[in-house]
C-alpha cells in the first residue's frame, strides 16, 4: 500500500467523527496497522525538523508547587505529586493533535 492510499484511509477515519479503535472495527481494519499508518501519515505531514520551544519561567504566588505548560491554546497544569505516567500519555495525544 502507498502513502497516498495510507492518506487516504487515515482521512476517511479522521472525517468519520467516530474514534479510531471504533471506525477500524467498522471498516475491519486492524487497529495496530491503522496506528502505524497514521504514524507515517503524521510524520509525512509534518515533516519539518522539530525545534525546542521557548520557556518562561514565572512563579504564582496563589498556585505553590504547579507547573503550567503552555502551547498555542492548550495548558496542562502539573501539581506536585502528579502521575508521571498520565502526563507522558497525554503529552503525547497532545502531540498528535497539535
Known amino acids: 500500500m ?3 492510499e495510507k492518506q487516504a484511509i487515515v482521512a476517511e477515519c479522521r472525517a468519520s467523527g467516530m ?3 471504533a471506525w ?3 471498516k475491519g ?3 495496530r496497522q491503522y496506528v502505524v499508518w497514521a504514524t507515517k501519515v503524521n510524520r509525512e505531514e509534518h515533516h519539518a525538523p522539530q525545534q525546542w520551544a ?3 519561567m514565572k512563579k504564582d504566588e496563589h498556585i505553590p508547587d504547579e507547573i503550567r505548560l503552555t ?3 492548550w ?3 502539573v501539581v506536585s505529586g502528579f502521575n508521571p505516567i ?3 500519555d497525554l503529552l503525547r495525544v497532545v502531540d498528535e493533535v497539535c
Open 2 to 4: 502507498d502513502i497516498s
Open 19 to 21: 474514534t479510531a479503535k
Open 24 to 26: 477500524c472495527e467498522a
Open 29 to 31: 481494519i486492524e487497529y
Open 54 to 56: 521557548n520557556v518562561t
Open 71 to 73: 502551547c498555542g491554546k
Open 75 to 77: 495548558t496542562i497544569c
Open 86 to 88: 498520565l502526563l507522558a
